[in-house]
């Protein structure tokens, strides 16, 4: 028998398709490189931060049984990862992510996560069928979220009983997909992780700093918030007020992924009990590792 989870993942996990070249790309480009495929989506990049940081997540997502999907559930498995509650389909296909990547960053990416969408509320049976939960008694650990899911889904979730006992915490997917959890920005037991982007995206409208962008998501109805604006001041606003603290200046040697070890850490040390300060000095230091290159990817 597998362990029980100690906290959810709920959302995309597919295969990330990345195409690399050292050459600088521009539309039309066809050039030398290297193609790799590895685990992905936001929700499977979170749980696996989490599992760093000591925590022992279980997925809940929509996977394929095509050969694909074998190769994923294998991969998450080896990963430390709880796949027994994810929702496997017989006619769906495996989701997938494509990027490109040149000298000059990443040119551009798709998402195809339309077997998630596809599969909707398929994915949470086990919170109400008593495997994790059951109305009578919901899931009352936390959860991390992504906005993959459909905004009608994500709408359901902020009005369901279900996670009415659970710690919610949400990440976009992507700043395309920020607006779909404006249902959720009201949820008074969810907590959602933006940088200044996503939360100008959200309020439609700029602000000049994390402090700002926690302020106009508070006027917004937003129950809860952690705002990242990079190497500047980050901010953790509710109703009881906005703290800001620096991120610790660091050489900088990655960026990508930076939000999601900012995001895990903050959720392993208030699962820990720290407090609302300290919770945020342990994200600001596991980032500031992250970015510097002293944790292994
Ligand atoms: N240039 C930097 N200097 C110092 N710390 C940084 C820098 N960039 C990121 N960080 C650290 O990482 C945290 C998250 O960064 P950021 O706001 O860029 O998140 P993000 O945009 O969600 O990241 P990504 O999408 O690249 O994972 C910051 O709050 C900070 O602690
Ligand atoms: O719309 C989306 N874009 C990107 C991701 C994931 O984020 C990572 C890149 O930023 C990558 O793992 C991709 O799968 C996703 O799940 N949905």
């Not at 994923?72 to 796949?83: K, M, N, P």
């Not at 009415?164 to 607006?179: H, Q, T």
């Not at 699962?271 to 230091?285: F, M, V």
Request: proline share 5%; glycine share 12%; aromatic share 4%.
């Amino acid at each position: 028998m597998t362990a029980r989870p100690d906290i959810l993942c709920i959302g995309a996990v597919l295969w990330d398709i990345v195409g690399r070249s050292p050459a600088h790309l521009t539309m039309g480009s066809d050039v030398p490189g290297r193609i790799t495929r590895l685990p992905g989506g936001v929700a499977m990049n979170i749980a696996v931060t989490l599992a760093r940081f000591g925590m022992r997540p279980g997925l809940l997502a929509a996977i394929g049984r095509d050969a694909e999907g074998e190769a994923l559930v294998s991969a998450c498995g080896s990963l430390g990862l709880i796949t027994d509650h994810i929702y496997r389909s017989d006619d769906l296909p495996t989701d997938r992510y494509m990027a490109v990547e040149g000298a000059n960053g990443l040119v551009a990416a798709i998402a195809d996560a339309h077997s998630l969408e596809a599969a909707g509320a398929k994915i949470l049976r086990p919170l109400s069928d008593g495997s994790l939960g059951s109305s009578a008694r919901p899931w009352n650990g936390p959860v991390a979220l992504d906005g993959n899911l459909t905004q009608a889904l994500l709408a359901e979730i902020a009005g369901s009983g279900l996670f009415a006992a659970a710690d919610l915490r949400i990440a976009p997917a992507s700043p395309g997909k920020a607006e779909r959890l404006l249902p959720l920005l009201p949820v008074a037991n969810a907590t959602i992780y933006v940088n200044r982007e996503e939360a100008e995206l959200i309020c439609q409208r700029t602000f000049g700093d994390a402090r700002a962008a926690a302020e106009g998501l508070l006027a917004r109805g937003t129950a809860r918030m952690l705002v990242t604006d990079g190497g500047r001041s980050t901010a953790d606003g509710s109703v009881d007020g906005v703290l800001t603290a620096e991120p610790p200046p660091v050489l900088v040697t990655r960026v990508t992924g930076a939000g999601d070890a900012f995001m895990a850490a903050h959720i392993a040390a208030e699962t820990r009990g720290e407090s609302r300060a300290d919770a945020l000095q342990s994200a600001l230091e596991a980032a500031a590792h992250h970015v510097s290159g002293d944790i292994g990817s």
